[in-house]
């Protein structure tokens, strides 16, 4: 009772000890920030480029310090007999088995395409490992595991890995230091171009020099064992298969090489997966977990809303502003962005930038056809400034037609009149003046205004396709041209 009770107590110190993000009070943190004393979270934080093992505090912009809550995952050199089993189930063994009898039965003069697709599709197989054991998962993998793992990308690293090994073997019949030159230096570069391909999930980083680097940054001199352990199984493999040179015939010789290649080749590339899994934050590898959730360590993703949040939450409304003005001018056709920006500078009371967030929004809005909720906004803006106009005649003629559909009919009056003077040039104009001399004239009883409108109207845009509809709403209304006053 004694034990149980001091081993509560323990655990009860632990979980009072577990530090949790200051903006997001149910998530662990996962960084501590020594000179403002806070502890966040992977988004409450600030990465300043790519290839940064260390983001930086939103608010001092100062380094952040590591905080570790799970559990220490064992080195993989610890774990060389779960990935050198790890090949032995029964699909794994049926394959083998074919890698090894199909050369011994075939013709000699396919050998070679033989060859090609046998560490073709060892390599699928071996690729399907790297992707089993970067979760972390060191158990036997099922068929369906295997089928998940088949990929664009799987079949892409499939396609070089075989290229590689049938190059090397026509090489090995004309110079076999060369070859062996050759295969010791790709047996060294072999994890770190897997690892590449594996994190950014493109062919493209498998050449690429500052991927290298990035990966040879995060797991420093751990990388020596883990070339280490390619060198020395392949080295092994080699010395069975040259002693085994003089005793098989050729084709027993290539089905014993495929099957120990593919072997040797599998062991290697179950390694370097879970080396994935062991350097996940510094490699900014995605893990993908149990259901299928991705579990981001350390995202390289942009943190604006995340940053947001937290200079709102501290009252750094000008950061805040700053911040949501060039994300706002980004996705100007996004009206959530434009609506949060735009409630931001109304409640800092912002009446210089007011405006012209305000017509951004209301532009947004009527992009994305929601004309009833942009006229709601404009009303409240123009309770707040009363003399608000939107800067543009486009914005300005579809709010009027949106006015007139509810009844609104002064606001839409206001906002079509003087466009002449404001935009003379204004390609929709007639259309607009057209609207505005029937609300003038239907529902103000402005009559006089009216007709002053369609006089201009038709004064002015004698050759537009609609002049004669405006002639003769204009005559309707008693307008008469200079003609019927000589007559």
């Given at each position: 009772?004694?034990?149980?009770?001091?081993?509560?107590?323990?655990?009860?110190?632990?979980?009072?000890?577990?530090?949790?993000?200051?903006?997001?009070?149910?998530?662990?943190?996962?960084?501590?920030?020594?000179?403002?004393?806070?502890?966040?979270?992977?988004?409450?934080?600030?990465?300043?480029?790519?290839?940064?093992?260390?983001?930086?505090?939103?608010?001092?912009?100062?380094?952040?310090?590591?905080?570790?809550?799970?559990?220490?995952?064992?080195?993989?050199?610890?774990?060389?007999?779960?990935?050198?089993?790890?090949?032995?189930?029964?699909?794994?063994?049926?394959?083998?088995?074919?890698?090894?009898?199909?050369?011994?039965?075939?013709?000699?003069?396919?050998?070679?395409?033989?060859?090609?697709?046998?560490?073709?599709?060892?390599?699928?197989?071996?690729?399907?490992?790297?992707?089993?054991?970067?979760?972390?998962?060191?158990?036997?993998?099922?068929?369906?595991?295997?089928?998940?793992?088949?990929?664009?990308?799987?079949?892409?690293?499939?396609?070089?890995?075989?290229?590689?090994?049938?190059?090397?073997?026509?090489?090995?019949?004309?110079?076999?230091?060369?070859?062996?030159?050759?295969?010791?230096?790709?047996?060294?570069?072999?994890?770190v171009m897997l690892m590449a391909v594996a994190i950014d999930k493109s062919m493209s980083s498998l050449w690429q020099h500052h991927a290298w680097l990035h990966i040879w940054g995060a797991m420093q001199l751990m990388y020596v064992p883990l070339a280490g352990i390619a060198v020395v199984l392949f080295a092994v493999i080699y010395a069975v298969t040259n002693l085994m040179a003089d005793i098989l015939p050729v084709g027993g010789l290539q089905g014993l090489k495929q099957g120990l290649y593919g072997y040797g080749l599998w062991v290697m590339m179950a390694v370097t997966g879970y080396a994935l899994f062991q350097f996940q934050k510094p490699l900014h590898f995605e893990v993908l977990g149990k259901r299928n959730k991705k579990r981001?360590?350390?995202?390289?993703?942009?943190?604006?809303?995340?940053?947001?949040?937290?200079?709102?939450?501290?009252?750094?409304?000008?950061?805040?502003?700053?911040?949501?003005?060039?994300?706002?001018?980004?996705?100007?056709?996004?009206?959530?962005?434009?609506?949060?920006?735009?409630?931001?500078?109304?409640?800092?009371?912002?009446?210089?930038?007011?405006?012209?967030?305000?017509?951004?929004?209301?532009?947004?809005?009527?992009?994305?056809?929601?004309?009833?909720?942009?006229?709601?906004?404009?009303?409240?803006?123009?309770?707040?400034?009363?003399?608000?106009?939107?800067?543009?005649?486009?914005?300005?003629?579809?709010?009027?037609?949106?006015?007139?559909?509810?009844?609104?009919?002064?606001?839409?009056?206001?906002?079509?009149?003087?466009?002449?003077?404001?935009?003379?040039?204004?390609?929709?104009?007639?259309?607009?003046?057209?609207?505005?001399?029937?609300?003038?004239?239907?529902?103000?009883?402005?009559?006089?205004?009216?007709?002053?409108?369609?006089?201009?109207?038709?004064?002015?845009?004698?050759?537009?396709?609609?002049?004669?509809?405006?002639?003769?709403?204009?005559?309707?209304?008693?307008?008469?041209?200079?003609?019927?006053?000589?007559?």
């Amino acid at each position: 009772m004694v034990f149980l009770f001091e081993l509560s107590q323990q655990k009860s110190a632990h979980n009072m000890a577990t530090d949790y993000c200051k903006y997001h009070p149910l998530v662990s943190a996962t960084w501590h920030c020594p000179a403002c004393h806070i502890s966040v979270c992977d988004d409450c934080t600030h990465m300043t480029g790519e290839m940064e093992n260390t983001p930086n505090c939103l608010l001092c912009n100062q380094p952040l310090t590591s905080i570790s809550h799970s559990a220490a995952i064992a080195p993989f050199w610890q774990h060389y007999t779960d990935f050198m089993r790890l090949a032995f189930n029964p699909m794994g063994i049926l394959c083998l088995l074919l890698m090894v009898v199909l050369p011994t039965l075939a013709p000699s003069g396919l050998l070679l395409p033989i060859a090609g697709g046998a560490y073709f599709v060892l390599s699928v197989y071996g690729w399907a490992l790297l992707q089993h054991t970067a979760t972390g998962n060191l158990k036997l993998p099922t068929l369906q595991n295997i089928s998940q793992s088949i990929s664009k990308l799987a079949l892409e690293v499939s396609v070089i890995v075989a290229l590689v090994f049938v190059l090397l073997g026509i090489l090995a019949l004309k110079s076999v230091v060369a070859a062996t030159v050759i295969s010791g230096l790709l047996l060294v570069l072999a994890p770190v171009m897997l690892m590449a391909v594996a994190i950014d999930k493109s062919m493209s980083s498998l050449w690429q020099h500052h991927a290298w680097l990035h990966i040879w940054g995060a797991m420093q001199l751990m990388y020596v064992p883990l070339a280490g352990i390619a060198v020395v199984l392949f080295a092994v493999i080699y010395a069975v298969t040259n002693l085994m040179a003089d005793i098989l015939p050729v084709g027993g010789l290539q089905g014993l090489k495929q099957g120990l290649y593919g072997y040797g080749l599998w062991v290697m590339m179950a390694v370097t997966g879970y080396a994935l899994f062991q350097f996940q934050k510094p490699l900014h590898f995605e893990v993908l977990g149990k259901r299928n959730k991705k579990r981001v360590v350390n995202r390289k993703l942009d943190n604006q809303a995340a940053r947001l949040e937290v200079y709102l939450k501290e009252g750094l409304y000008d950061r805040a502003a700053a911040l949501m003005k060039v994300v706002a001018e980004k996705q100007k056709k996004n009206p959530e962005i434009q609506e949060r920006y735009y409630q931001l500078l109304v409640f800092m009371q912002d009446k210089e930038q007011i405006p012209y967030q305000a017509t951004s929004y209301l532009e947004a809005l009527l992009e994305t056809g929601q004309h009833s909720l942009a006229l709601q906004v404009l009303i409240k803006l123009q309770f707040l400034i009363p003399d608000f106009r939107p800067q543009t005649p486009d914005m300005c003629f579809e709010l009027a037609k949106a006015c007139a559909e509810q009844k609104d009919y002064p606001r839409a009056v206001s906002l079509l009149r003087d466009m002449h003077k404001d935009s003379p040039h204004y390609a929709n104009l007639p259309e607009a003046y057209l609207l505005l001399a029937k609300l003038l004239y239907d529902k103000m009883n402005e009559k006089h205004d009216a007709l002053e409108i369609l006089e201009y109207l038709v004064l002015r845009f004698k050759k537009h396709p609609r002049h004669p509809q405006i002639e003769h709403f204009w005559r309707q209304l008693g307008g008469k041209p200079k003609n019927d006053f000589m007559d």
